[in-house]
Structure formats: structure tokens, C-alpha cells
């Protein structure tokens, strides 16, 4: 998952490798669901916000994000509150997936 992590966050295989371990530790400690489970975009946002001023992602990701991970419950209450009603896990429509969900989805709005 770090590997797919969006640009400037996008780590190597070798320093996915170094942070991974660290990133499952992590997410077991705080309530996450296994990687394998876990709400992939939720767990990106998490990681990868206020993206401004980055000069060295690794490092950010190693130092901060990762030892910093909130609580699951907090992370997911947080998102499902922020959630139109009837939108997917990202946001999006769930009848017009390329579109986001609630006011935002023209085809809904228009129909």
C-alpha cells in the first residue's frame, strides 16, 4: 500500500519495506482493521494530509504519520460524519461512480 501511496508520498520498494512493519504495528495498536481489510483510501487520507511543504516524505511518514496514527474509531467516525448520506466509502455515488455523492453527482441533481 505505501508503494501506491499518491505522489509526493509514493514510497520505493525499499522504504515501503522499512516502514511497513512499523505501519501494521501501528494500525493493530490503534484499533485498524488488518491490511487486508482496512478501508485502503481512509487509511491514505489519513497518512498523506496537508500535504504542503514536503521535502522528504519518508522521513514525514517515519517520524510523524505512522508513530501519530489516531485511534480507528476516532479516523472512522470522523470520515462517516463527514459522508453525504448514501455515499461509498470514498465519497462517490453509488449509482454514479464517477461522480461524488449527495449534491455533487450531477446525474442524481438532473434526474
Keep these: 500500500m505505501l508503494e501506491l501511496l499518491p505522489a509526493p508520498w509514493t514510497q520505493g520498494r525499499l522504504n515501503a519495506g522499512k516502514l511497513a512493519p512499523k505501519l501494521l ?3 493493530a495498536t490503534q484499533g485498524w482493521p488488518t491490511i487486508h481489510a482496512v478501508d485502503r483510501p481512509l487509511l491514505m487520507r ?3 494530509k496537508n500535504p504542503r511543504n514536503i521535502t522528504n516524505p519518508y522521513r514525514l ?3 510523524d504519520r505512522i508513530p ?3 485511534r480507528y474509531a476516532v479516523v472512522a467516525a470522523e470520515a462517516q460524519a ?3 448520506p448514501g455515499a461509498t466509502s470514498d465519497g462517490m455515488c453509488p449509482k454514479h461512480p464517477n461522480y461524488r455523492a449527495g449534491n455533487r453527482c450531477i446525474p442524481c441533481i438532473t434526474a
Design 68 to 70: 501519530n496514527l489516531p
Design 82 to 84: 463527514a459522508r453525504p
Design 61 to 63: 511518514l517515519a517520524g
Design 46 to 48: 489519513q497518512l498523506t
Design 25 to 27: 504495528k501501528v494500525m
